[in-house]
Each structure stands twice: as C-alpha cells, then as structure tokens.
C-alpha cells in the first residue's frame, strides 16, 4: 500500500509544474481577457509535450490516454496516472489554456480509447475536439438528435452541435450521431469530422464566465459527408454493448477532469496560504479546536482538497491497471468538482477585495472551476451514477 | 497444525494450543487466516522465539524491540494477500459476533464477557506482539491495523474500540516502550492473553488540548507519581494496565502505570461508547513508570491513535450506509421506494463519496507511518476529515429512516451517538 505519487514521474511533475509556472501564468489573465484569441504560445508548448510523449511515460497535458496495453498483472503506475499528474500541475498553472493545447484534446481521448488500428495510425498526431451536447441534450447523451445515414462508402450526418471545446481551433472533430434514433442509445456511434468537410460549419464561439482561453464552439452539419471508414469502433447495433463501449470512454477522462478540478483549486488553495501565512501553523501542530477561524476553514479545505487528489490519482491507478473504474471515477469527478468548487470561491471569500479584484488571479480560479462541476458528467449525473449502483437501480427506477 | 505446533515449541504453546482448539476458528472459518499468520511468524521469528525463552526463563532482559520499516515505491492500492484474509476474518467476525452483541451492549452499557473468549481465540494480540516475543509482527503493519479497525466496526464501533485496547497497548508498548518497559510488560502480554489495558489521555476540558494537560508526573526516585484526573477512559474499571498522558516539568510524557489502590474510578457514562463502560479516573500519588525512550513522539503517538479512530468511523459508516441501502429500497412511500428519489438517493451517493474520501486520507496516513515517512499533516487532515464526514454520514443515516430511524428499533440511532466521538477523542487507542 503507497499513496504517494512515484518517484519515476517525479521528473515529469515537475517540468509540468515549471511550466505553469513560467508558461502558462503569465500569460493566465491576458488570455482572460482576450476571449476567443488563439493563444499562440501554446504552439511551441505543444511540440515540447508532443517531443516528451515519444518517450514511453510522456506529459499528456490533455487527454489521450489508451487504454489498451499488454496483459501483465502487477502493479502498474501508467499513462492514465501520468496524465492525470501533469493534468494537475497544468491546471494549476491555467484551466483554459491545458483546455487549449494542441493535440490534446478530448477527441483525441475517444480515438485512443475505440479507434480501430488502421484509424489509430491515420488520425495519429491530429489534434481532435469532442462534440457530444445538442441545444435539445446535455447530460441525457442517449438523446442524441444528430443522425448519420449511410450512402454507399460514406456516412451524411445532419445535426447541430453545441459545446465544442476547440471545436474551431481542432483538426477534427469527433462527433456522437445515431445510425438510428429508434433504436436508442445503441446506434449512437463516434464519427471523426476532419476541419474544412463541406457541410460542417462553425457557427459561433460561446462567451463564458471562466476558462475563457478556451474557445467553445457551436457547429453545424448539413448533409456533411465523411468516409464510412470514419466511423470509430464497430459499425454494428449491438444493443447490449454498444452504447457501454462508448461510455467507457468516460472512466477514462472523468478521472483526468477531477485531475483539473485538482489543479485548478490547488492554485487557489496555495495563494491562501500565502496570504494568511501568520494564521496557519506550518507544522500542523494547533489541534484544530485551537486554531482561528480562518485557519479552521483554510485546514478543513486541505482536508477535502487531499481527499479528493487522493480518490483522482485512484480512479486513475484502477484505469492503468485495467480495474472496472466507472463507480470510482464517477466518485472521483464528484467529489474533486464540488471541492474545487467550493474551494476556489471560498478563497474569494476570506480574502475578500483581494480575492474578487482583478488584480489576483483568485476570482479567475473561482470562475473556470464551475466548468469542472459540469462537463463530462455534471455533480448530479455522477451522483446518479453513484446512487444507482449503491442501491442496484436501473436509470427507468431512479431517473 | 502440527507442523505449526511442533515448530512453535515452548513459549507461548499453552496459548497457542487454546487458539488451535477454539470451535470459534472453524465456526468462522478464521482457522486458515490464522494458521497463515502463524505459519508465517514461525517461519521467520523461529530461531528468536527460542532465544526468548531462555531469556525470560533466565529473568534477564530482553532487548528493545523497535519493527523495521516498509519500503515503497510505487502507487499502490492493493491488498497484500495476508490483508485480503485479515479483513475478510474481520468483517465475518464483524458481522457474526459483533453486530448480534451490539445492540444490548450498548442498551446495558456493560462490554460482554464472552468477547474477551472471542479476542483471546482470534489471537488479536499476537498481532501486536514482536516476533522475539511469539507474536507475528514482523515489521510494522499500521496499514493492516487500521484495514482491521475498519472492518471491525463494520459490527459496531463502540465493542470494536473496546476489544482493540489492549491491542493498542501493546502496539504503543511495541512502537516507544523502552527496554525497561518491553522487559516487564510485553512478556507480559505474551505470558498471559487475559491481562486487559487501556489508555487514559482525554481530561474533561472543552476544546480539550492533548498538549496542554492538568495531570502532572513527577520524578520521584527511580520512577514518577501522577497526580490528576482522566475521563472518557473505557474499560477503566476493570483494566490492568493504564497508559497515562502527563505533564512533566512543562513537556507532555506518556506513563505506564499499574492498577492499584491509589486509583479510583468513577463510572461516567457518555452519549455513545456505552459498550465501552467510559470511566473518570483519578490518580493520587500513583506509581509511575515512562513508557517512552529517546525515541518517543507524543505527536505520533496521538496521531497513531486517531487514525484508530478515523478507520473506525469509517466502517460504522459504512455500516450506516448498507443499513440505509436496504431501508431505502423496501421502504415505500407515494406508491414506489424511496429509494426511487434522488433527495434519498444522492444522500447515499454522498455516503459512498465521502466514505472512500476518509479511507484514502487514512491509508494514506497509515502508510506514510508505517514506511518511516512524517504523517503528521495527513493524520492530522484524516481526522479532521473524518470527524465532519462521519458525523454527517451518522446524521443522514437516521434522517433517511425517519422516526423509525429515531427509535431504538434500528441501529442508526446507536451509529450516531458512536461517531460523535470521533471529533472528541484523541489517542485511546494505537495503530
């Protein structure tokens, strides 16, 4: 039994932690402010990560995790576990820009995790958006409305796409369609969209209230025509696997959002720190009845920051050694979205003026960690989850 | 068995024997748990376990005992196959014995008698033991001590509290005693599986400071005299031996201390505990000897003891929220469970959420301990943890079941009282 994060990516913690540090603060608030600007800066970042990643253990700062490997049963500390570890010293240095890096996105996550070989090889490098939300659907994803209908070798896919993370700056998009809305959430299947197919438009950028380097794109489908072979995974409706395959997606990448939830609020928690340091005792040694309310509420916070990293680095450690995670990873994204939540505003509050001017970065943690509660299975989908296997419901019992 | 017997000659065959007899063992199917232990234990401790002998029968000394430390590398969660079969002995003797004695205990407020037959035949103190001493702690297992806690109030925490004390003795003998100490005591407990301990550390102060304490030592020849008084002390009535906190000259010390006419005790019944028969207990000049050596870590020893406390909470709860599962899902209201709706459902949800959020600040903890590694600021974040989660897991425990909930029909209303005390306790028990 070890908690402790291992020694072998102590390296790759802390070249991730540099760069937040030098690359990613600086330019936090300008990127803030300039919404919708692409922040050029991430382009030489990206090929450092994309270098790193030809090593075996590399920083994933997004998403692409595979969760094939070989068949051996010992402990592993693998891939999931060091992306998830860069994920949280990245976010600690911005939300929206480790939202925004190239290659790196969510997309990239489906194709690691369905992909057939052949289209493993020829998306391999692209940078690849996620497109799953409708105007008419968000967490209820077995809603789908967008539908693809075969034509000879190729796929039309006719729909409307909200919610896009990179959705315009992406080489693709992965899209979620229907080959049939009758039969349910077993003929939804991913289809990769590349930039620039006929039919597919980008219709606007969302302004938001946090992770604002990050652009959110709607897109639209109009008799958009790809190549049959885009279809990622199996083309055939099976109805009892089907729509399972492409949830599993989720145990993966639920784990890595609670690791930017993780991040996120780490930068806030360490801010507070600094500024209340003459209340706080460094060695833990005022019993927490002796300690002043704003070290009361600044310990308890810690407690709930540490556990929540703790059930993240978990949910991931099960993903690498190929334990059935979906229940731990739900925990996972849970528990570390309403922490990073509560934490990052609750800074605000006992640093007061301080916390809500623009001239710390406290207010900015506290808008892009809302996010972090929301996509990828808002708080209540997940407790839903939860609750449905603690007490063996089906989703037509506890809805 | 008989390999086992054979190679475990001498000293501490008599008890072994009485283990190895036990119906209890096949009852429980513990026998292959615990031939494994031992088989273990004789395996590498065989060679020290004669030496012992001789040296006890020669009334020498025996020297300090200290458990090598854990090594570790990477991440990991799982179960070594010894802790798979210790929690799963556990929880089967949680949910056998403890559950079904449970509810009277407490009712009577009076530890019942055959559990103390049952520690003895589980062998809990061999646990505890060093092996030059005929136990099978090899090096220190404070991840499976706690992995014991929790499964073990899964039955209920207050018996669970009160079957680990001496157990925890015995740890914090193992862990800080000096040689002095080990020499008369730890052969002790080896010598005689009756011999009943506890902890005498909480003062009836509010907002009780460990660190700041009323009971004072002072040095008197060759050993010390507490003077002062300790409250919420369990099993004080009846137990043998008392490790005592005090101050001395301004800087906290632990005491060992023996039972005698100078102490007196006063039978002080708390909200929950009950099973565990509190006591205030009052010295007056009593005998002292330090329990500690150069080595000793008061901090530790307190932080060893609430991740005790901390595990504990952590099986009650989910004791609590297995009991709720099953209320959630037979009990009807508006025509459907009311498991069907999410104001229950999410309550349960957040039961599960919080429950593995407390067990890993605790392993960590335990972990970190039992490698060597400073664990005072994630023992320190455990229990605060755990204080406010397990309480609120206690108090939706009996929300969910209503007014029946309410009633002593059900158990969630004895949970809750237990776990109020993990915010209140420090030390009384040792990892």
Not at chain 1, 6 to 13: D, G, R, V
Request: charged residues 20%.
């Amino acid at each position: 039994m070890n908690l402790q994060n291992p020694k072998k990516f102590k390296l790759l913690i802390d070249q991730a932690h540099e760069v937040a540090l030098n690359v990613l603060r600086p330019i936090s608030r300008k990127y803030d402010k300039a919404e919708h600007a692409y922040p050029k800066e991430l382009d030489m970042l990206a090929s450092v990560v994309d270098g790193m990643n030809q090593g075996s253990e590399g920083m994933n700062a997004g998403a692409a995790v595979n969760k094939r490997g070989d068949s051996d049963e010992s402990n592993k500390n693998g891939v999931n576990m060091s992306t998830a570890l860069s994920i949280v010293e990245m976010c600690y240095g911005d939300t929206g820009l480790l939202l925004s890096m190239p290659r790196q996105g969510l997309g990239n996550s489906a194709i690691a995790a369905v992909a057939n070989d052949e289209q493993l090889q020829r998306f391999h490098g692209i940078w690849a958006a996620m497109a799953i939300t409708e105007p008419g659907c968000g967490s209820d994803s077995a809603a789908i409305r967008t539908t693809a209908i075969k034509d000879g070798d190729d796929y039309i896919l006719n729909g409307e796409k909200i919610f896009v993370t990179s959705g315009e700056r992406a080489d693709a998009v992965v899209v979620w369609a229907t080959l049939d809305k009758k039969l349910g959430r077993a003929a939804i299947k991913s289809f990769v969209v590349p930039k620039g197919t006929p039919g597919m438009k980008i219709e606007r950028l969302e302004h938001k209230l946090g992770i604002k380097a990050s652009d959110t794109a709607a897109i639209s489908f109009i008799d958009c025509r790809i190549p049959a072979a885009n279809l990622l995974g199996h083309a055939e409706i099976d109805v009892a696997k089907s729509f399972a395959g492409v949830m599993e997606t989720f145990d993966n990448t639920r784990p890595l959002v609670a690791a930017m939830a993780i991040g996120c609020s780490k930068a806030s928690l360490e801010r507070i720190k600094e500024i209340f340091k003459d209340q706080l005792d460094p060695e833990y040694n005022t019993p927490f009845l002796q300690t002043s309310n704003i070290a009361a509420q600044i310990y308890r916070m810690e407690a709930e920051w540490e556990s929540a990293r703790l059930l993240m680095l978990k949910a991931a450690w099960m993903a690498d050694n190929r334990k059935p995670n979906s229940r731990e990873a739900s925990i996972a994204k849970a528990k570390a979205g309403r922490i990073a939540n509560e934490i990052t505003l609750k800074c605000v509050e006992l640093a007061a003026s301080i916390g809500y001017n623009e001239a710390e970065l406290l207010e900015k943690w506290a808008r892009d960690s809302k996010i972090l509660d929301i996509f990828e299975g808002t708080q209540q989908i997940q407790q839903l989850i939860i609750a449905r296997r603690e007490l063996g419901k089906s989703s037509s019992e506890l809805k | 068995m008989n390999n086992m017997v054979n190679k475990a000659q001498g000293f501490g065959l008599s008890i072994l024997t009485k283990v190895a007899g036990s119906d209890l063992l096949d009852q429980l199917k513990l026998r292959k748990f615990l031939e494994k232990s031992l088989y273990q234990s004789s395996k590498a401790g065989f060679k020290t376990l004669s030496q012992t002998q001789k040296i006890l029968k020669s009334g020498q000394k025996i020297q300090r005992q200290r458990l090598p430390h854990q090594s570790k590398s990477l991440f990991d969660l799982n179960l070594t196959e010894e802790q798979q079969m210790t929690c799963e002995a556990m929880q089967q003797f949680a949910s056998e014995v403890l559950y079904p004695l449970a509810h009277d205990a407490d009712h009577h407020e009076i530890f019942p008698e055959e559990l103390w037959q049952y520690s003895t035949d589980l062998g809990l103190n061999f646990y505890a033991l060093p092996e030059a001493l005929g136990g099978v702690a090899a090096e220190q297992n404070i991840v499976s001590n706690v992995l014991m806690a929790q499964q073990l109030a899964q039955g209920d925490f207050s018996l669970t509290a009160g079957l680990l004390s001496t157990f925890s003795v015995i740890n914090a003998i193992t862990r800080w005693g000096s040689e002095q100490v080990q020499t008369e005591y730890l052969t002790a407990f080896a010598d005689d599986p009756h011999l009943k301990a506890t902890f005498a550390v909480q003062e009836a102060t509010a907002a009780f400071n460990p660190y700041q304490l009323k009971t004072k030592a002072t040095s008197n020849g060759d050993h010390y005299l507490i003077n002062g008084e300790k409250t919420l002390v369990m099993l004080g009535e009846t137990a043998d031996i008392y490790l005592v906190s005090a101050d001395l000259n301004g800087k906290t010390e632990v005491f060992i201390v023996q039972r005698n006419n100078t102490i007196t005790a006063q039978k002080s019944p708390a909200m929950g505990l009950k099973a565990t028969q509190t006591v205030n207990l009052k010295f007056n000049n009593t005998p002292a000897q330090r329990l500690g050596d150069d080595d000793f870590d008061y901090t530790a020893f307190l932080d060893l003891g609430n991740l005790m406390w901390c595990a504990m909470a952590v099986g009650t709860c989910e004791a609590v929220k297995k009991y709720c599962v099953q209320y959630a899902n037979e009990r009807t209201a508006f025509g459907e469970p009311i498991s069907h709706r999410q104001s229950v459902a999410f309550m349960i949800a957040d039961m599960a959420i919080e429950i593995d959020a407390m067990q890993m600040l605790i392993l960590n903890a335990a972990s970190l301990a039992e490698s060597g590694q400073d664990f005072h600021r994630e023992a320190y974040l455990a229990r605060l943890l755990c204080a406010e989660k397990s309480m609120k897991i206690g108090t939706d425990g009996v929300q969910i079941l209503g007014g029946h909930g309410f009633t002593k029909e059900h158990p969630v209303e004895r949970w809750y009282r237990d776990l109020r005390a993990t915010a209140i306790v420090h030390s009384g028990l040792h990892a």
